[in-house]
């Protein structure tokens, strides 16, 4: 099972060569035959470099596809996730917002949208400062991250790019660079935000007494007696005994209107030619939306979230040819909520539980409560509390000889990197009593008394957990080669690396580790800055695949042609920069989902019996990409670059319906005979004004559009062509087609024939409910049922086709404005949850369904007539629960005001800022009862700071 590579040799070399003669060296790209580049130059083509993954190139010389954004950018967002300061800067990459709890939320990320289904992981991987970052699940090192710390973010997009990263780039790779010294004096600076956050949305629930009104409606539409007298109906809406007749807003009792936010960061920053130094320190907290329970039971706690990040970034020229440098980073992360860990049990019942069902507390100071739903606010302040301490690590160690004795141009690394993390929890437990209202039973206030307790009240109890951890072990060694012989560039490396990572274990014995082991080359030729042609390849193993099996070559080639270099643009002064790149190679993808070591027939531990049969010949996902694109700027002020890309994916993991008979007799394996198409353009265009105005200004937009299908998933033959996966979207949702409301007249006509207005079996309509369209059954003609085979495509899955940012901003005269705005479009979301089910399974009613269908409202109803018990009509997934999910919103804006340099100069300071800041401000969108990224569960938070930011 074990995959073995020992660099020791080539670390030992890198020594030794180091302890050889010292002789006459260039650090900087070598020229013959040529005068040396002016300087001037050198430094302009260094502030064009562009990190490619495993090396850097200028940007005139770049035949990928790659798009970045600098760390200071995103600093304008305040966010505990760095995954969320991203949104709309980057063409290719998609991230969808949903739980915004301190701690636990984090978005999904996609690049150049989703291209596999099945259990297939569809992130793409993420890489900083070189080595894996273990995801951006919570607590690894990519979520942990402060834009403060971050030189760059990168996101490759295509085979040239990825194809060094084996079979793990499929679905592209983000590479975080972060920040390092620079040659100069000392430079501190010191940042703070102060500010709060609330909910964007929330949901909206009817109050008791249209909860009761609507409650009796439904009732009398299921032929049912009124549950509610009229006494009490006027009981709730006039509030005159709140015991009796409870009104309460549940929202309001358990969440906060706004949340205190902060943050403060401390850096050190300088250098010169033999130490280079970058340090960071910053704090970040964020007391959540809950109320502060804690201040109000000691054995409860206040909702609060806290995190401590450092970095020390530090590179040593050792001698002329010989440097090191050394990164240690972490985090350190402590959360505390009220009751649980996270807050989906909360909200959950926050969702469910009616205005009506009874107060907060009784009249004696006990809690409410009965037998269908608990208190939320009792259960945040009567169980107890759960402590989280998390604890991120990276530490690396990179070596780098220059090898000029050898040939000039050549240099050698060699880098070991250890990455963890780790959370822990210490949950503290107890368990309340809860009293329901005896009815009609009431003390001399005219209060009602209550009955017999539900639960008991018991002591707190402790309890010690781990929650999740992961650990990485990298070790790299490298040759690279960078040379000019006249008009003549190759560069390039070979690199051999091997990683050993252990994954989310929480027992006391360690999973079994994955490792790969890998080869990865890139050769770049370039004629004169102007014809370039470039080789790439990885060659990467691991073990989870039967051996002889595991290793995999992902090569690729692009081409680049910098016309503008050409004679016939040279002298024209509206392109000043026009490149024309091409790219095609293969990229893979090795988590596939599924069971581990596939390879083996599964055994049941009990019963000794056979499982799922092995497949001996289960293997990666790999993807043919073709890219083609191009860069340019115009008019001196206009950057543009447009990206066409075709992805064809093959040996997904798939069922082997139509391809082994069912009749077999045994569990079958996942096979590799899944295919995919998707495709695509990225486009960014950017205008810059002039630097030499006062008014200085800049706009840039960008736009992605993808579009994937399923070429083959091996799906057995369907009686309606509808329900036919190939050829349509990944993911595609398939439901029946409402095609109105059942009329009292439709429900009179079925009444005498009932093979008219076919139904779903077991139901018996009546007027108001959902009517749905017979598609087909047998050889595809209607059949006089509504089942599974009157499916079809309707509406989009929820990830959207088509993602736009807008990025502008300005300055003048110390004042500046930046704001980030995206929109995408080409997704759908499902209303069809329970939030929106009127009183199905005892559960609320919203205000959705104040548009239900009635007599008088027939002919502009919105939503299905109310029923009092488990509707299995209404509630079946249609196209009438389908809605469009595209939005715009205002992701961030920034005001500032810097004060003049004359006068920081007379009290010795560089630098000195002052700004305001906001984020999620607010969404266009078509969903009127909640935001379209998050519909349940913790909101999504808008955020205000007052912030400053000193340099000395």
């Known amino acids: 099972m074990k995959l073995k590579y020992c660099p020791s040799v080539f670390l030992i070399s890198i020594f030794l060569l180091n302890l050889s003669k010292d002789a006459n ?31 850097k190139q200028p940007f005139n010389l770049i035949t990928s596809s790659i798009s970045t954004v600098n760390g200071e950018n995103i600093e304008q967002n305040f966010s505990l996730n760095l995954g969320n300061t991203l949104y709309g800067r980057l063409t290719g990459l998609f991230l969808a917002q949903g739980n915004s709890e301190p701690g636990v939320g984090t978005p999904n990320l996609t690049v150049r949208g989703i291209n596999t289904f099945g259990g297939s992981n569809t992130a793409p991987l993420i890489v900083v400062d070189g080595f894996i970052a273990g995801g951006n699940e919570i607590g690894s090192v990519f979520s942990q991250l402060v834009p403060e710390e971050i030189e760059s973010v990168t996101v490759l997009k295509d085979a040239a790019s990825t194809a060094v990263y084996g079979n793990r780039g499929a679905n592209g790779v983000i590479l975080v660079t972060t920040k390092r010294g620079k040659n100069g004096p000392l430079n501190v600076s010191f940042s703070t935000r102060q500010g709060f956050s609330q909910a964007l949305s929330l949901p909206q629930f009817l109050d008791a007494g249209n909860y009761a009104t609507l409650f009796n409606e439904a009732r009398q539409n299921d032929g049912l007696a009124p549950f509610y007298t009229q006494d009490v109906i006027d009981g709730y809406r006039s509030g005159s005994n709140p015991f009796l007749y409870p009104n309460v807003n549940w929202y309001d009792e358990v969440l906060r209107k706004a949340a205190p936010v902060s943050s403060y960061n401390l850096g050190f920053n300088g250098g010169d030619q033999t130490v280079k130094y970058f340090v960071m320190l910053n704090a970040l907290g964020n007391e959540g939306l809950y109320k502060n329970f804690g201040d109000l039971e000691p054995e409860s706690s206040n909702s609060k979230y806290s995190r401590y990040n450092f970095r020390s970034n530090i590179d040593v020229n050792l001698s002329k040819r010989f440097s090191v440098s050394f990164n240690l980073a972490g985090s350190i992360e402590n959360k505390a909520n009220p009751w649980q860990y996270d807050t989906g049990a909360t909200f959950s019942l926050l969702q469910r539980i ?60 060699g880098a070991i990197s250890i990455n963890n993390y780790f959370i822990a929890g210490s949950e503290k437990n107890k368990t309340y009593a809860r009293f329901p209202i005896l009815p009609g039973v009431f003390d001399s206030n005219g209060n009602p008394l209550v009955g017999a307790g539900i639960g008991l009240t018991s002591p707190i109890t402790a309890r010690e ?3 999740t951890q992961y650990r990485n072990f990298d070790i790299q060694g490298a040759l690279n080669y960078n040379r000019v012989f006249q008009k003549h560039e190759i560069t390039g490396f070979l690199m051999i690396n091997t990683d050993n990572e252990v994954r989310n274990f929480t027992t006391g014995a360690e999973s079994d580790p994955y490792r790969h082991n890998g080869l990865a080359t890139r050769l770049t030729y370039a004629y004169n800055n102007k014809y370039i042609a470039e080789f790439s390849a990885g060659y990467m193993g691991t073990e989870n695949y039967l051996p002889g099996k595991r290793y995999g070559f992902f090569p690729s080639g692009s081409l680049g042609w910098v016309v503008s270099e050409e004679s016939f643009l ?24 599924g069971n581990r070591y596939a390879f083996r027939t599964a055994f049941n531990t009990f019963t000794g019996g056979e499982g799922t049969l092995g497949n001996t010949n289960i293997t990666w996902e790999e993807e043919k990409s073709l890219n083609i694109g191009l860069d340019a700027t115009v008019f001196n002020n206009f950057q543009l670059s447009l990206d066409v890309f075709k992805r064809d994916r093959y040996n997904i993991l798939t069922q082997p319906f139509n391809v082994v008979p069912q009749f077999v007799g045994a569990a079958l394996p996942d096979l590799n005979i899944g295919k995919t198409l998707n495709q695509g353009i990225d486009f960014s265009l950017r205008y810059n004004s002039s630097t030499s105005k006062k008014f200085k200004y800049f706009v840039e937009a960008n736009l992605s559009h993808f579009k994937n299908e399923i070429v083959d998933n091996s799906q057995l033959p369907q009686l309606n062509a509808g329900l036919v996966n190939a050829g349509g979207a990944i993911g595609q949702p398939r439901r029946l087609r409402a095609i109105g409301f059942f009329t009292a007249a439709e429900i009179a006509e079925k009444a005498i024939d009932p093979s008219k207005f076919p139904t779903p079996i077991g139901v018996n309509p009546r007027p108001g409910d959902l009517k749905y369209e017979d598609v087909g059954g047998l050889n595809g003609f209607p059949d006089g049922v509504i089942d599974n085979n009157d499916l079809v495509a309707i509406g989009n899955p929820g990830a959207p086709t088509t993602v736009l940012g807008i990025n502008a901003g300005f300055k003048i005269k110390g004042f500046d404005l930046n704001f980030v705005v995206q929109g995408v479009t080409g997704n759908s979301v499902n209303l069809n949850q329970g939030i929106f089910q009127a009183f199905q399974n005892n559960g609320n009613i919203s205000a959705i369904a104040v548009g239900r269908w009635t007599p008088e409202t027939a002919n502009s109803a919105t939503y299905p007539r109310l029923s009092s018990v488990n509707d299995i009509n209404n509630f079946q997934n249609s196209s009438f629960w389908i809605k469009d999910g595209s939005f715009v919103k205002l992701r961030s804006v920034e005001f500032g005001y810097s004060i003049p340099k004359q006068f920081l100069n007379k009290v010795k300071i560089g630098d000195a800022r ?8 607010f969404s266009f969108d078509h969903i009127e009862y909640g935001d379209p990224e998050s519909l349940t569960g913790y909101p999504v938070l808008r955020t205000f700071v007052l912030g400053t930011k000193i340099q000395f």
Do not use: C, H, M
């Open 465 to 467: 957990i781990t929650r």
């Open 914 to 921: 002052f700004f305001v800041n906001g984020n999620n401000l």
């Open 354 to 413: 009616p205005s009506n069902a009874f107060p907060v507390r009784n009249a004696d100071g006990s809690f409410g409560g009965n037998n269908l739903y608990e208190n939320p606010v009792a259960n945040l302040l009567a169980t107890g509390f759960d402590e989280s301490n998390g604890r991120t690590l990276q530490t690396s160690l990179r070596f780098t000889q220059q090898l000029d004795q050898l040939t000039k141009g050549l240099s050698a690394t």
């Open 25 to 55: 060296s260039q650090t900087g790209r070598d020229t013959v035959g040529v005068n040396i580049v002016d300087s001037i130059a050198i430094k302009e083509r260094e502030k064009n470099l562009k990190n490619i993954g495993y090396g």
């Open 570 to 593: 040279k002298s024209n002064n509206r392109i000043n920069f026009l490149k024309l790149r091409a790219s095609y190679g293969i990229a893979g993808n090795e988590d596939t989902g």
